[in-house]
């Protein structure tokens, strides 16, 4: 998994716990269409940049399916767990529109920039094999170059002081758009708002959803 940015070097795995959510939410919200496909979740934080990949491995085939997500971010803001909920609805919505498109969806195969709550976000479409991508790198002896760029003496939330949670995935949240004032301010921000994934109810096989192009 290749950052968007030339100067992310260092970074830091997603918690534990936070991939275990991630990954909770997306096989709660798309169980009817993975089925025994494998989630692969995989995240991480660097500097200025935050970056998720979703991907589904289906059985018996070397190609995965991934959808990439980055924002950049400002440690100084405090914002990394606000722009891992960013991440997380925009792959989400890739994902949805992969499934009712039959996996046809004409998704940027390289970095590509879309307008998202007065902020940007970068998308791109791989499909590398994260198993067969790690072996390879042990076979080369690339493994141990990797770890080095994992931060082993600061935590990048921690650096950003973040003592937030995932709450925003929860379904127990008050879903946008319950009252009249909230309907009207989203039709009001509809095309700046970007994917809305985990605050809205689930989503149904072939229903309609905000287009990321």
Same mark, same amino acid.
């Given at each position: ?33 993975? %089925? ?12 200025? !940049?935050?970056?998720?990949?979703? %991907? ?11 959808? !990439? ?56 479409? $791989? $499909?590398?094999?994260? !198993? ?44 946008? %758009? ?11 921000? !509809? ?23």
């Amino acid at each position: 998994m290749q950052p968007r940015l030339k100067s992310s070097k260092k970074w830091t795995a997603f918690p534990p716990e936070y991939q275990a959510q991630i990954e909770s939410v997306f096989q709660d919200h798309f169980s009817e269409h993975l %089925g025994e496909n494998k989630l692969v979740i995989e995240g991480r934080i660097y500097p200025e !940049e935050v970056l998720l990949r979703v %991907g589904i491995h289906e059985k018996g085939r070397l190609r995965q399916a991934n959808f !990439e997500v980055s924002m950049s971010y400002d440690p100084q803001k405090k914002d990394a767990v606000e722009r891992i909920h960013n991440c997380v609805d925009a792959a989400a919505s890739m994902m949805l529109e992969y499934f009712d498109s039959e996996g046809e969806a004409d998704f940027p195969r390289s970095w590509q920039e879309y307008p998202f709550q007065n902020q940007k976000l970068y998308l791109q479409y $791989t $499909t590398e094999n994260t !198993e067969l991508e790690a072996q390879a790198d042990a076979l080369l002896g690339e493994g141990d170059k990797a770890l080095v760029k994992e931060e082993e003496t600061e935590d990048a939330l921690a650096r950003a002081s973040v003592d937030e949670s995932l709450s925003s995935l929860s379904e127990d949240e008050s879903i946008p %758009g319950e009252g009249e004032d909230d309907e009207e301010e989203d039709e009001a921000s !509809e095309e700046d708002r970007g994917p809305k994934m985990f605050g809205a109810p689930k989503k149904k096989k072939g229903a309609k959803k905000d287009d990321l192009h």
